[in-house]
């Protein structure tokens, strides 16, 4: 079935330090990827809706300059969360639509431990 | 406005009791879809279903069922004989076809099974 691959499954940076997560769509084409972010004991928090070869669109409360997202191609999206500091540690998670036909299923990424010190 | 209601925040049973994890949504769109995922302590999110809006038939999938109700808005999900595997975080979602299949999740039921 489709799969979604998430990288690093667990990073840990310096405060300051960049970091980038990487969501692949292994064997769909995905015109539409998500970026969730999860504190603990919370839901998932949408953070940003990507469409392939356009600029993300960004939740509320978002900064588009601290969390950089690209999404170059139909089988790839990165999340880069710069200048990092620890209240940024979270869990991150990726979902793609895969892009065919009415059936809109989404894939999840296994998630992405984000550990700033 | 789309929105989902987890009122039961967290739920423990003894193993092989069956249990019902509640879930209540809103939206206006007349298309739109219903998932609940599982979330280990793990912390990846595992896909259980996916209930078309038009689409009201109940599923029984083993020991998990879903009961669709859009006349009260309803997708609950019990798990029949409970096992300690089953404890988890579980996640009820909505996906609505006029806002680009963007996910409103629940704040999530923590499932504990005790031996």
């Known amino acids: 079935g489709a799969v979604v691959s998430q990288h690093p499954s667990r990073v840990i940076c310096k405060s300051g330090t960049s970091v980038k997560i990487e969501c692949r769509s292994l064997?769909?084409?995905?015109?539409?990827m998500f970026w969730y972010r999860q504190f603990p004991k919370k839901s998932l928090m949408l953070m940003a809706t990507?469409?392939?070869?356009?600029?993300?669109?960004?939740e509320q409360g978002v900064e588009k300059d601290k969390f950089l997202i690209n999404h170059a191609s139909l089988t790839l999206s990165t999340l880069t969360v710069t200048s990092a500091h620890p209240e940024d540690s979270s869990f991150y998670i990726c979902?793609?639509?895969?892009?065919?036909?009415?059936?809109?299923?989404?894939?999840f990424g296994e998630g992405s431990w984000l550990t700033v010190v | 406005a789309q929105k989902v209601t987890q009122a039961q925040t967290e739920i423990s049973v003894v193993e092989k009791e069956d249990v019902t994890l509640d879930c209540v949504y809103e939206?206006?769109?007349?298309?739109?879809?219903l998932f609940w995922y599982k979330q280990p302590p793990s912390g990846e999110l595992v896909f259980l279903i996916r209930?078309?809006?038009?689409?009201?038939q109940n599923e029984i999938s083993g020991r998990y069922s879903w009961n669709f109700q859009k006349s009260t808005s309803s997708f609950n999900f019990t798990i029949t004989a409970s096992q300690v595997v089953d404890s988890a975080v579980y996640f009820c979602?909505?996906?609505?076809?006029?806002?680009?299949?963007?996910?409103?999740f629940g704040t999530g039921t923590s499932l504990t099974v005790i031996p």
């Open positions: 979902s793609a639509r895969d892009g065919l036909g009415f059936r809109n299923t989404i894939y």
């Open positions: 064997d769909f084409q995905a015109t539409t």
């Open positions: 990507s469409n392939e070869g356009s600029k993300a669109t960004y």
């Open positions: 939206t206006r769109d007349t298309t739109y879809y």
């Open positions: 209930r078309n809006s038009f689409d009201e």
């Open positions: 979602a909505l996906g609505a076809r006029n806002t680009g299949n963007q996910f409103y």
